[in-house]
Nanobody, 128 residues
Framework: QVQLVESGGGSVQSGGSLRLSCAAS????????MGWFRQVPGKEREGLGS???????SYADSVKGRFTISRDGAKNTLYLQMSGLKPEDTAMYYC??????????????????????WGQGTQVTVSS
């Protein structure tokens, strides 16, 4: 079973940048769809973007143009580069994985229901 560990969160001022990392055990990206999500207490987890095994990315409108997903296959690490951060970006950020061949319900690239494996999250706080 693949395990995911996020890192790179922290505190930053509005307009700043952060890069989050999601380290995966095993050769994840060949066989998995990967996603980035965030959650604020009391609200539903929000899909931010995804990268499939072929490297194609998709983004939520709320972060398009500000956030970029990339990966380093040699390090088995997925990244979320965030720029132009706003106070409303403050949240716990999670990466998630979905096996390419799975019978799990598929609700879309940015749906939490589509993903099977989750990391523990990393906190991002943006101050004004």
């Amino acid at each position: 079973q693949v395990q995911l560990v996020e890192s790179g969160g922290g505190s930053v001022q509005s307009g700043g940048s952060l890069r989050l990392s999601c380290a995966a055990s095993g050769n994840t990206y060949v066989n998995y769809l990967m996603g980035w999500f965030r959650q604020v207490p009391g609200k539903e987890r929000e899909g931010l973007g995804s990268m499939d095994s072929g490297g194609s990315t998709s983004y939520a409108d709320s972060v398009k143009g500000r956030f970029t997903i990339s990966r380093d296959g040699a390090k088995n690490t997925l990244y979320l580069q965030m720029s132009g951060l706003k106070p409303e970006d403050t949240a716990m950020y999670y990466c998630a994985a979905r096996r390419t061949y799975t019978s799990r319900y598929y609700g879309g690239l940015l749906s939490t229901q589509s993903y099977e494996i989750w990391g523990q999250g990393t906190q991002v706080t943006v101050s004004s």
